[in-house]
Nanobody, 121 residues
Framework: QVRLVESGGGMVQPGESLKLSCATSGSIFRIYDMGWYRQAPGKEREWVALVTNDGITRYVDYVKGRFTISRDNTKKSMYLQMNSLKPEDTAVYYC???????????????WGQGTQVTVSS
């Protein structure tokens, strides 16, 4: 059973920083893409950032220059450094991974349970 657990959320003031972590557990042969998504109250879940297994990163335009996604393949973990936070960044942040459970098997995607980020003065 693959599990993802996000941590690092909290309440901060505008301009401050937070670092989210996504830890994985369970039997995983290989992790492909890892990504962060967020869902604000009353809105649909949206993609925020992506890091491939080759270390290529992608960001949605409105977080470029402020957020940095990274991964540690030895720890099978992913991070999101969020700087210069704005009230509009307030949301529940989720991590998602695409994995192989066994060599040559199909790929699956898994989601974490989410961590709340609130940016308010």
């Amino acid at each position: 059973q693959v599990r993802l657990v996000e941590s690092g959320g909290g309440m901060v003031q505008p301009g401050e920083s937070l670092k989210l972590s996504c830890a994985t557990s369970g039997s995983i042969f290989r992790i492909y893409d890892m990504g962060w998504y967020r869902q604000a109250p009353g809105k649909e879940r949206e993609w925020v950032a992506l890091v491939t297994n080759d270390g290529i990163t992608r960001y949605v335009d409105y977080v470029k220059g402020r957020f940095t996604i990274s991964r540690d393949n030895t720890k099978k973990s992913m991070y999101l450094q969020m700087n210069s936070l704005k009230p509009e960044d307030t949301a529940v942040y989720y991590c998602k991974i695409i994995v192989n459970i066994q060599q040559g098997g199909p790929s699956y995607q898994y989601w974490g349970q989410g961590t709340q980020v609130t940016v308010s003065s």
